[in-house]
C-alpha cells in the first residue's frame, strides 16, 4: 500500500536497478531467476515493479524475466522461425536461442496470454 503520488526512484547507473538489468542481460536468452538476480543485484520487490511499469523488464512468468531489449528480440526470433518453418517447438526454439527450457517455455506461455502464438499440440504458431 501506498500513497498515490508515491514512485519508486530508480537509481542512476550503478544503483539497483541497473545492476539487476545487468544481471539479467549477461545471459539475455538464458536469464538467471528473477530471485536470484534480485539477490545479486540487491534490488528489492519495488526496483523490479518500477522497471516493469517503466518497460526495461518484462515478466514472464513467477521467476522468469527478460531485459526489453532482450525480450524483443526473442519475440522477432519466434515470429521469424514461425514464418519460415510455419510453427515453433519449444526444443527448436530452446537450440536456437542458445537457452535452457525454462525460460523458453516461459517466453512461449507469455506469448500465447498476449494472444501472438497459440499452442497447436507440440508447437506454436501465429495467431
Known amino acids: 500500500i501506498a500513497l ?3 514512485q519508486v526512484i530508480l537509481e542512476s547507473a550503478g544503483g539497483a536497478g541497473s545492476r539487476l538489468l545487468d544481471e539479467l542481460g ?3 536468452f538464458a536469464p538467471p531467476s528473477i530471485a536470484e538476480a534480485m539477490e545479486k ?4 520487490v519495488e526496483v523490479v515493479r518500477a522497471l516493469e511499469r517503466k518497460g526495461d523488464l518484462v515478466r514472464l512468468s513467477e521467476d522468469v524475466a527478460l531485459t526489453k531489449a532482450a525480450y524483443e528480440g526473442a519475440v522477432a526470433l519466434v515470429k521469424e522461425m514461425i514464418a519460415s518453418n510455419g510453427s515453433v517447438t519449444v526444443a527448436q526454439l530452446r537450440d536456437r536461442m542458445g537457452a535452457s527450457r525454462r525460460p523458453v517455455l516461459a517466453l512461449l506461455e507469455h506469448l500465447d496470454s498476449r494472444r501472438v502464438t497459440r499452442r497447436v499440440g507440440d508447437a506454436r504458431v501465429l495467431r
Open 41 to 44: 543485484s540487491g534490488a528489492g
Open 26 to 28: 549477461r545471459n539475455p
Open 4 to 6: 498515490p503520488d508515491h
